[in-house]
């Protein structure tokens, strides 16, 4: 399969099958960055694809076009934001495209949804950069320097920046779970179900 690099090298030469297979490549990780976030998933995904089709010989140089591809969504959902002068709804949140848990017992699988759900609502009331932050680190598995020119910030701003974001969804964790189980469960191991949301589960 040919990878990212090769792909728009083809398309920026005329090839427009490989410019469609690049950009059908990266439909899920623009959906999963915009859930949650915005009413019309599919007009905020389709306003990205066309940027990045007009800007694709602006790429920077030593950046990942997944990466560059979600600085354009960046953009385009901040656009969003302040057109409609609101944050996202709450009903928003769904349980689609989170990760189903590997064979758990009957109670244990609820519980674990129970976790997921109680991630995602504590995520969704963070600040918008500090959402995006996690996110990008845990959902996408991004290169420091590639989350810094997405969120437009210094390289050395990121770590810290993280651990903030960390804090204070814990903080969030804590305010919203009613259940002091399902409260210790999900802050104790906020890394592994950060990535579990995202679909994997491959703790460091």
Not at 43 to 57: E, G, H, I, N, W
Not at 136 to 160: M, N
Not at 182 to 191: K, Y
Request: proline share 4%; hydrophobic share 45%.
């Amino acid at each position: 399969m040919s990878d990212d690099a090769e792909l728009l090298t083809r398309w920026r030469a005329g090839d427009a099958a490989a410019g469609s297979a690049l950009v059908r490549r990266h439909v899920a990780t623009l959906a999963r960055f915009f859930r949650g976030k915005t009413g019309d998933l599919a007009d905020v995904v389709q306003q990205t694809l066309t940027a990045c089709v007009q800007a694709r010989d602006r790429l920077p140089e030593g950046l990942e076009f997944r990466a560059w591809l979600l600085g354009i969504a960046r953009n385009v959902l901040l656009h969003d934001l302040r057109r409609r002068g609101r944050k996202p709804e709450p009903d928003l949140l769904d349980d689609q495209g989170l990760a189903a848990p590997s064979v758990l017992s009957p109670s244990r699988a609820v519980a674990a949804r129970a976790e997921r759900r109680l991630l995602l609502r504590a995520l969704r009331r963070l600040p918008y950069d500090l959402q995006w932050l996690i996110e990008l680190h845990y959902w996408e598995d991004l290169r420091q320097d590639d989350v810094a020119v997405i969120l437009e910030i210094p390289p050395g701003t990121v770590k810290s920046r993280l651990s903030r974001a960390k804090r204070l969804l814990r903080a969030e964790i804590e305010a919203l779970a009613a259940d002091p189980a399902l409260r210790a469960s999900t802050v104790d191991d906020l890394d592994r179900w950060a990535r579990e949301v995202a679909g994997r589960d491959d703790d460091e």
